[in-house]
Every structure is written in C-alpha cells, then in structure tokens.
C-alpha cells in the first residue's frame, strides 16, 4: 500500500467525454510524493477503458473497478477508505486542477498546523469550456471551531472547496451516508478542526452541466429511493454529537441553531419524517 503524503481520489462514473482533461491535470502535478486512487463505478460508456489506457505505465495511479453502481457517495468512502497517506483530497470525474494545486496544499498545510482544509481558487467551467472565477464560493469562517461549524451549516451554497486537501486524520471517525448534502456535512466536520484557507495562483476547475440525465437520488446512492431533508438535519446533528463533548446545554444550543439554519433553507418540511410525503 501506497504510504507517501498524499492521496487523490478520483470517483467516476461515465465520464468518457471529460476523462483524460482530468487525468492530465493529475499527470502534470509537480509534486512528486503522491498516488492517485481511481474507482469507476460501474460505468458503461467505455471510462474504464479509456482510464486504463491513459494510467498505463504510470505507478502513480492504481484503478479500481466496482461490480455494480455503488452511488457516489459509497464511491467516494471507498476511495478515502483506500488511501493510508497523510493528507488526502477527492477530484470530481469530469473536473481538473491546476499544475500546482498539490503541491502548494500540502506544503501549507504543512506548515499551518492550524489548518484543516487548502483550496484553490474556484473556477466554474461551462458547457462552452467558459471558465469563470466562482468568488461566491470563497468563504471565511470564525478561528473558533464551534463558529465555524455554525457558519458552514449557515452559508454554505457552493461546496467547490470539498475538493480541498485536507488532513485524512480528521475524516477517519466520520460516517458516510447516503444522504443528500452529505459533501455539506463533510466540510463542516473538518473545519470542526481547523480552517479552510484559499490558494491563491493554484485553480480548482468544476465543471457545470446545463442538463443531467440522472437523478440526484440516483448520483447519490445508486438507486431511486428518496432523500428526505428530514434525514440530512438528522445528519448534521448526528455528526456534531460525534465533535462536541462539553456542557450539554451548550450542545443543546447549537444543535438547535443547526435546526433553525437548516430548516430556515430547505422549508418547514424538513422537520417531519420522510418530508410528510
């Protein structure tokens, strides 16, 4: 097993249009201690194919193939589950990075114990490979760790900077659902230990589709079955009783403020079981 500094995950699922651009900005990183985890879930297009052709010969790269469409968000902890390396980031199937976003991340994060997170600046890239600047999706949060899970559960619209590198430490307790928002509560687990901090000159490319196909359930879990917002306020405030262990009318607190916040966004709905359909 791999036991460099950094692992990259790549979960893909029919992304044979977009594949090499990615695999590329992964082939051009200037830092040099890394390995790149790719599963393909179960893709029909011919990515897998493709993957193996693009990785052949490159020892930096190991692939997997999953029998059967597992969702993403299964995909995505097998990847994290995968790596054994100190710092680790997931890179979105049909997106890119620029030639320094690595190595800067980590050399930052090495050097910022008080960091959890390291980004680079968010790009949007339209269907017509218009790339804009998404400075929205920039965010500052409290040095406090309770203000800044507050915070994220508050503003968080654009979650761009879940493609951060981060310490793998701090996600090893965390439990994946197959929940909508889960990428939300992800990111508010790891600003729990620290901040996020923005690159400036290194570039996250996420590419925007006018028209999916697929269905949000079905991106997320591999199947049909609905997602309740009930379930992702239950979500949050089960991660937070995962972090907080200190006076109980505090937690009480905030566990209500994430109620507030959550429900103040998603409709009164999301209060009852399965959303009351």
């Known amino acids: 097993m ?5 692992s990259v995950g790549l979960p893909i699922f029919n992304e044979y249009e977009y594949i090499e651009e990615t695999i590329q900005s992964l082939k051009r990183q200037s830092w040099k201690d890394v390995c790149f985890l790719i599963s393909d879930n ?12 693009l990785v052949a010969g490159d020892a930096r790269f190991k692939l997997y193939r999953q029998e059967k469409n597992i969702g993403a968000i299964a995909n995505f902890e097998f990847l994290f589950r995968e790596a054994n390396t100190e710092f680790f980031m997931w890179l979105g199937g049909h997106d890119y990075i620029s030639d320094g976003y690595i190595e800067r991340a980590v050399l930052m994060l090495m050097d910022h114990d008080e960091l959890s997170m390291v980004c680079g600046v968010p790009c949007a890239v339209r269907d017509d490979d218009e790339v804009d600047v998404m400075s929205e999706a920039i965010y500052r949060f409290s040095p406090k760790r309770i203000g800044r899970y507050l915070e994220s559960v508050r503003y968080i619209n654009n979650c761009t900077f879940f493609h ?3 310490r793998r430490n701090n996600l090893v307790n965390f439990e994946f659902r197959k929940k909508t928002g889960a990428d939300n509560v992800i990111i508010s687990h790891l600003l729990w230990f620290g901040n996020v901090h923005f690159m400036e000159n290194e570039f996250y490319y996420r590419r925007y589709f006018e028209h999916r196909t697929e269905t949000q359930s079905k991106r ?7 997602l309740s917002k009930y379930d992702y306020i239950c979500y949050y405030l089960d991660d937070f009783a995962t972090l907080y262990h200190g006076d109980e ?12 916040a959550l429900q103040k966004n998603l409709g009164v709905q999301a209060l009852m079981p399965n959303d009351l359909i």
Do not use: P
Not at 220 to 226: R, T
Not at 249 to 260: A, D, F, L, P, T
């Open 164 to 166: 951060s590198v981060f």
């Open 42 to 53: 179960c893709s029909d297009d011919g990515t897998f194919e493709l993957c193996q052709q």
């Open 249 to 260: 009318r505090m937690k009480s607190y905030v566990e209500n403020e994430i109620i507030h």
């Open 2 to 6: 791999f036991k460099g500094s950094v």
């Open 220 to 226: 997320i879990s591999g199947n049909d079955e609905y």
